[in-house]
């Protein structure tokens, strides 16, 4: 009897909508009926409004259904899924559902198609490619293929990460250390999580490879503590890493030594600002460090330090595998390779959407999103986090890259698309954007510790219609302080929502006659 495998995904997002569950309903009926199946717990495909999404192999084709619930599983029994068997749950193809197959799928190529803890898996995918061409490479060859890519830090500040590797390459020490920033705290975002719970090997490989370029030879793994099942997933292919030779000493019989661990976040905001992170892997209150020195230079326990996001790192092994231009064919303009954009809020298709930077707000929101889920029109998306700016419905032909999105008054930042409808109130927003950063800020500079709590003080005084014009230039005044004075972005970029929100939306700020709705009812976060 021929084996039928079965994939069910072990992501948090699909387990938190009864994976499990499914998963052993499959394999209980299965039994029931006599039939041979394999259940493999695979990563997402990042199609997070069809979870649990239930794969069949068929004819050496991925069959589709979701989303499934516990209750629908002896049903597709009944109707011979196994088989490809017709059912109202059955989506074709996975690789041609529309949702999917207009993706550009790079960094994630492997995400919901391997056994993230198998290792077999990941190098009959290409797995270690880039790692094996690596350890024949020198490290000026490697930091200079990273930098023809043209990979930019996919964290925020999108900085590129070829010069970051090659000033702590050319930094003299005794000790270098890569930390990879998975303190993943914006609103509306869970690439990271996703990558480290769907296709861990990828981002060890990607660290290993920034050691051999810069000569360090341990490396962390910062992960924030709400995410439990990343650090188990994570701490395990390490373990499995270890036990192949892909880390430790000498790896794979090359000579060259990398370890890595896994380090708990201390769950706050501010530690996803690289220094505040380098304090709290030190054992520290999570605190911006004054720069310079730059952690290039003087980082983890004062050591040339490369600090990079997880999906800049995770980029790196196709770079090294296929060679910095074929990244480069993707993106436009200084914006190359790229990006994982991640679809939340009121929309009707959340998920992860990898494509080529270039594509426009309006396909992303609309062709993929779908539009709102409750079916009212959109009003605004918020792009890059709660220090993001608020973009309106008639900006939505924007290009989705760095440049374009900046010379429009927001960012990019980790990719994050938060979708509002027509009854949200900006007002409030802004409001919500002032008194999260009081709340988050580490307090070390006064304009963001202070300047916050004053900013809440006077948004409220315009809500109650107290002399709104002169508050309202306060406001913008006291903007204009954080975004100079502050040490770091926390307290620099919490106006960037405020001033869009009052830019775009001048009449929520107009108490006499308020939005309908509060925003509660409008943000339907879907991560």
Same mark, same amino acid.
């Given at each position: 009897?021929?084996?039928?495998?079965?994939?069910?995904?072990?992501?948090?997002?699909?387990?938190?909508? &009864?994976?499990? @569950?499914?998963?052993? $309903?499959?394999?209980?009926?299965?039994?029931?009926?006599?039939?041979?199946?394999?259940?493999?717990?695979?990563?997402?495909?990042?199609?997070?409004?069809?979870?649990?999404?239930?794969? /069949?192999?068929?004819?050496?084709?991925?069959?589709?259904?979701?989303?499934?619930?516990?209750?629908?599983?002896?049903?597709?029994?009944?109707?011979?899924?196994?088989?490809?068997?017709?059912?109202?749950?059955?989506?074709?193809?996975?690789?041609?559902?529309?949702?999917?197959?207009?993706?550009?799928?790079?960094?994630?190529?492997?995400?919901?198609?391997?056994?993230?803890?198998?290792?077999?898996?990941?190098?009959?995918?290409? &797995?270690?490619?880039?790692?094996?061409?690596?350890?024949?490479?020198?490290?000026?060859?490697?930091?200079?293929?990273?930098?023809?890519?043209?990979?930019?830090?996919?964290?925020?500040?999108?900085?590129?990460?070829?010069?970051?590797?090659?000033?702590?390459?050319?930094?003299?020490?005794?000790?270098?250390?890569?930390?990879?920033?998975?303190? @993943?705290?914006?609103?509306?975002?869970?690439?990271? $999580?996703?990558?480290?719970?769907?296709?861990?090997?990828?981002?060890?490989?990607?660290?290993?490879?920034?050691?051999?370029?810069?000569?360090?030879?341990?490396?962390? /793994?910062?992960?924030?503590?709400?995410?439990?099942?990343?650090?188990?997933?994570?701490?395990?292919?390490?373990?499995?890493?270890?036990?192949?030779?892909?880390?430790?000493?000498?790896?794979?019989?090359?000579?060259?030594?990398?370890?890595?661990?896994?380090?708990? &976040?201390?769950?706050?905001?501010?530690?996803?600002?690289?220094?505040?992170?380098?304090?709290?892997?030190?054992?520290?209150?999570?605190?911006?460090?004054?720069?310079?020195?730059?952690?290039?230079?003087?980082?983890?326990?004062?050591?040339?330090?490369?600090?990079?996001?997880?999906?800049?790192?995770?980029? /790196?092994?196709?770079?090294?595998?296929?060679?910095?231009?074929?990244?480069?064919?993707?993106?436009?303009?200084?914006?190359?390779?790229?990006?994982?954009?991640?679809?939340?809020?009121?929309?009707?298709? &959340?998920?992860?959407?990898?494509?080529?930077?270039?594509?426009?707000?309006?396909?992303?929101?609309?062709?993929?999103?779908?539009?709102?889920?409750?079916?009212?029109?959109?009003?605004?998306?918020?792009?890059?986090?709660?220090?993001?700016?608020?973009?309106?419905?008639?900006?939505?032909?924007?290009?989705?890259?760095?440049?374009?999105?900046?010379?429009?008054?927001?960012?990019?930042?980790?990719?994050?698309?938060?979708?509002?409808?027509?009854?949200?109130?900006?007002?409030?927003?802004?409001?919500?954007?002032?008194?999260?950063?009081?709340?988050?800020?580490?307090?070390?500079?006064?304009?963001?510790?202070?300047?916050?709590? $004053?900013?809440?003080?006077?948004?409220?005084?315009?809500?109650?219609?107290?002399?709104?014009?002169?508050?309202?230039?306060?406001?913008?005044?006291?903007?204009?302080?954080?975004?100079?004075?502050?040490?770091?972005?926390?307290?620099?970029?919490?106006?960037?929502?405020?001033?869009?929100?009052?830019?775009?939306?001048?009449?929520?700020?107009? $108490?006499?006659?308020?939005?309908?709705?509060?925003?509660?009812?409008?943000?339907? /976060?879907?991560?």
């Amino acid at each position: 009897m021929t084996t039928t495998r079965i994939y069910v995904p072990r992501d948090a997002a699909a387990v938190s909508v &009864g994976a499990d @569950e499914v998963a052993a $309903r499959i394999e209980h009926e299965a039994g029931a009926r006599g039939l041979d199946v394999t259940v493999v717990r695979n990563g997402s495909r990042g199609m997070l409004y069809l979870e649990p999404l239930v794969e /069949v192999v068929v004819n050496d084709a991925r069959l589709a259904f979701g989303p499934v619930t516990v209750d629908d599983v002896p049903g597709l029994f009944d109707a011979g899924f196994l088989q490809g068997g017709a059912h109202p749950k059955a989506l074709g193809k996975t690789e041609e559902i529309p949702y999917f197959a207009k993706q550009d799928r790079v960094t994630f190529a492997r995400c919901g198609v391997i056994d993230p803890l198998d290792p077999e898996d990941y190098a009959a995918h290409g &797995g270690t490619t880039g790692l094996r061409k690596a350890l024949q490479m020198d490290a000026e060859a490697i930091c200079q293929q990273v930098l023809d890519s043209g990979l930019r830090g996919r964290g925020g500040a999108g900085f590129p990460t070829g010069i970051k590797w090659q000033t702590v390459r050319n930094a003299e020490a005794d000790q270098k250390y890569i930390c990879c920033n998975a303190d @993943e705290g914006d609103s509306g975002t869970f690439a990271d $999580r996703m990558l480290m719970e769907g296709d861990p090997f990828t981002l060890i490989e990607g660290m290993t490879i920034a050691g051999l370029a810069v000569g360090a030879t341990q490396g962390y /793994v910062y992960i924030r503590s709400e995410y439990p099942d990343a650090m188990a997933t994570m701490r395990k292919a390490i373990e499995l890493g270890y036990a192949l030779g892909w880390l430790g000493s000498s790896i794979l019989d090359s000579g060259k030594d990398f370890h890595l661990d896994v380090r708990v &976040g201390a769950g706050a905001y501010i530690c996803g600002e690289e220094t505040s992170m380098l304090e709290s892997l030190e054992g520290k209150r999570g605190q911006v460090r004054a720069k310079p020195p730059i952690p290039a230079l003087a980082g983890l326990f004062g050591k040339p330090t490369i600090v990079n996001n997880v999906l800049s790192l995770a980029a /790196v092994p196709d770079i090294i595998a296929d060679g910095a231009a074929a990244y480069q064919a993707y993106g436009v303009g200084r914006s190359r390779g790229t990006q994982a954009f991640q679809l939340a809020g009121n929309i009707a298709r &959340g998920g992860l959407v990898e494509k080529a930077f270039g594509i426009s707000l309006n396909e992303l929101i609309h062709g993929f999103g779908g539009g709102t889920y409750n079916g009212r029109p959109v009003r605004t998306v918020q792009i890059g986090g709660p220090l993001g700016a608020y973009v309106p419905a008639d900006k939505f032909d924007l290009a989705a890259d760095y440049e374009t999105l900046a010379g429009n008054g927001a960012m990019l930042g980790h990719g994050g698309i938060v979708v509002f409808d027509d009854t949200v109130d900006m007002a409030q927003q802004a409001r919500f954007a002032l008194e999260f950063c009081a709340a988050e800020s580490c307090g070390k500079c006064t304009p963001c510790r202070i300047g916050s709590v $004053r900013g809440v003080e006077t948004i409220d005084r315009i809500l109650a219609g107290d002399k709104p014009d002169e508050n309202l230039e306060l406001l913008l005044d006291l903007c204009e302080v954080m975004t100079d004075g502050s040490l770091c972005a926390m307290g620099g970029l919490t106006p960037m929502p405020v001033r869009s929100a009052v830019q775009h939306f001048p009449e929520d700020f107009q $108490r006499d006659n308020p939005p309908g709705a509060s925003t509660s009812s409008s943000a339907r /976060v879907t991560n």
